[in-house]
């Protein structure tokens, strides 16, 4: 097979470059897309809330060579996707990859269709080919109930008690849901009621009982389940626990420190002679203040046909202002190098930002060292150096290069990149070179430089982009020899818009190191694109139209230019109720000049030789029929179809093949499809099948592929299979593949690493004053105190347990111990405590005045009016200023502890309503010469008027 036919095989798939045209307004052809395939299991997929959805990406080396690739993504903002974290994959010749993807969508993404892209880049080849496909996200509540406080803790403190119920509309409608409370308590809002639920918006409910204090003694822990449904009578569960409050109370469930992990095992291609089994895993650990240390670890693949270790590890610790990273570590800048090394980061928080990067690559034998600095400032513009020393002994070259990026941001619209470098290579003697190398290589070292801009302008008007980038041939790294322009000019209407475009791609080739090589004899060449684009929005869909004129030449072919006439067309449409649809299509006219016909005819006696029968001498020129690929797409919920058609040679070497033998492509897809859940989402499937006639197969092709996965997300377990099975299996078309995932997340205790504290404390009357507890001291029983808004009692010792809190002040309110009078706080009412490991803490009190009163209510005996005097706030001050609190009981009694002094006590009267009236709501007490005072706040019911009317 000629390498011309090697290079078609590579081409077959071209569903995705249309869409890169429609994206990136150029006409690309690239290195990667001709070696390696890129394809989909699912061209759109639908996205249910937050949930997951799948996808298949399918790799193909359709050369003779092992090729190594990276894969890059890109999602809309605020969106996940898990996809093989692998830096590097490799593919032996003809070897197909299936990879599995999992995507969900931003919770408050608006419906609509939003972009998901891959960018593949091969190894050596100059750029990364763009393969998107589309997500789905319809119209939806994506309601979500939770409780603030699950674990209710009752108080003797208080006697009225409640718990919150949120709930929360992160969609784009409304939802009008029932709540159910199952309880033996008494609710004053009722166990039964209906909320309306607005979109985007949440809604707080607060369901409220009282206890007598006598109950809270016998009180046993209650679990109350609330059911939340909607009118599609889909239900949510949740649990709320009330209890009543004890001696020790643990904020978190353990002291130590719990690891977050997940543990992945994946079979790949296991029905084929390509299976790949390895084990994946991930974790990070919260050190708190912005601090954590995460790794990940992927397994060698333990049964593979592949050569090559595809073993990842590295470690990680992150600061707010450090990143020290070893293990595997990958740049993408201008060596794409994986390797053992390290990284090491810094972020002052103020605009600059620096990193150094060792790398030793497990591809051939290279290392690479690398800084990094960034300076912000003004606001708006940023300055980057890096410099980059590569040492590659395999093919005896070490490379150093310095470069610069400014970027620029001003009123809004205007973003400016101006790039420069310069670099130097140094080459020693090689044991078997060409003559021409020889030479260049006795020259030692050459200098090489770069320069690029980009200026972009993005308004409601005008969108203008113009970019630059010239690269000579021995500067080193991916853009060698690279010459690059794209710009574009359009103009934005309410509902239209048009626009010209033209894009430049050219790639010289270095004689010294470039020679000889297919590979690299790939990379040269030019494609050129000039043109008109325009389109029109309306309420239910887009067009999109460009017209251009593409002209190409590949330095790995004859060298014949050939110009194309360009027409492309996009189009995504809403057809009633839940049904989309989309269409994008290229419509090429490829012709060769007569003179370049002629020229090649003339200086190529090889050609001639091999295509006897070709045009030789005839001065009408072979050029290419019309072609045609295009691709579309009918879908509703749970139904869909996939059409595309290839109808002769679209890419230029196609149409060199076309004019060597007249082969001619011509290809058709048509794929229905179905998908369900099932059990709220926890249950999803897709069944596919693929129709496929292509002239490249001995026959039609009918392919079945299934799609099954299992979330279990409250166990942190999830299960996925998929596969292709060929329905009427033919030789020479392809094989059958399944492959399988299994995902656990689970947290691992780190004993002997403690991540919280316990905190003790004692209270004793402290009889001689010294403020130490001494053997005889009289402990306080039975005495409330709060730490942390959290209340406690204290045992028959006077103590309390606050356990497995985290490091830090703890302030303790003593201002509700009313259970001893003529006692206080030696050290005041409110007490911090800086606890930062296992603690014990003793609490003096000492004898002083103390204020007692209560709150009197007169009612009318006409009056059906209730009123509960508990709970109300009394508030004191002193003369020096400061103020004091405590609570009615529930028959309107109050007590405090005080030291000596003159006091003012005033009563909350905001809770009283108009029918009631305080005689007097503010005393004075004098606990400077007494040791201690009653006050009684008397309040009255105003009396019902009676109206008396005569009647006739």
Known sequence: MTIILLIKKALTNRAFFIFLVLHCTGFVTTASGQSVNLTFGKDTVTQNGNTYSFNTV????????????????EVPEGWQLLFDNRRVFELAPNQTLSLPLRLAAGIQSASGVYPVRLFLQVSGDPERTTYPFMAIVGANSRWRASLLKPNLVLSKAHKAHSFQLLLSNKGNSAEELNILVNTSLSLDQGKNRTVKLAAGKDTLLTYSFALAAKM??????????????????????LLQKVSTFGTVFSENPSGWYNFPMSLEFVAQNVTNEQKSLYVNSNGKLDLGKGRDISFNYRTDNFNSQVD?????????????????????QSDFGEFLIDGLG????YDNGRG??????????????????????????GGNQQLENQTIASFDKENQINSFLNKSTYELNWNKYHHLILRAGLSTEEFYSRAQQSALQQSFAQQFRKNGSSFGVNYQYYSPRITARFGLTATDVNYPGINRGLLQSNNEFTLQFKQSSIGVLFDYNERQLNPALDTGSLKYRMLGGRIAEYGLKTGWKYKRGYVTLITSMVSQMHSSSELLPINSFKLNFNTGMEIGKGISASFSGNMLRNYVSKTDWNALNEGNIAFNQRNP??????PVVRSGKYSLNAYGTLSTKNYGLFARLDDGPSYYFDFINYLNNGYSTRRLQIAPYYERSFFKELFHFRLQMDYTSDNSLPAAEFMARGDLSLNLNDQGLSFRVFGAKN???TPGNRSDYMSLSIRKSFRVPLPGIRRFVTMKVQLFKDGNANGIYDTGDELIPDASLMIASQQLLTNKKGEIAYKNIPPGAYTIDLSQVNNIKGWRPANGFQQTFEVRQNSSFYLPFRQSQYLSGKLNVQKDPHSNRVFRPGNIRIMISNSKGESFSTLTTENGGFFMNLPQDTYKVRINTDLFEEDFRLLEDTFNADLLHKNSEHIVFELRERKRQINIRKQN
């Open 308 to 328: 090559g270790s595809s073993r990842y590890a590295f470690l990680s610790y992150r600061s707010k202002q450090w990143l020290i990273s070893a293990g595997d």
């Open 58 to 73: 399918v790799l193909r080396n359709s050369t003779a060579s092992t090729r190594k690739l990276t894969i890059a993504t």
């Open 727 to 729: 329905v009427r299996a």
């Open 613 to 618: 029968g070709v045009n030789q001498g005839n």
């Open 352 to 377: 600059y930002r620096a990193e150094v990067l060792g790398i030793n690559s497990r591809i051939g034998d290279a290392k690479i060292l690398s800084g990094t600095q960034a300076f912000n400032f």
């Open 216 to 237: 809270l003694d016998d009180f046993k822990n209650q679990e109350l389940t609330l059911q939340i449904t909607d009118k599609k009578k889909e239900n949510q569960l």
């Open 342 to 345: 390290a990284r090491l980061a």
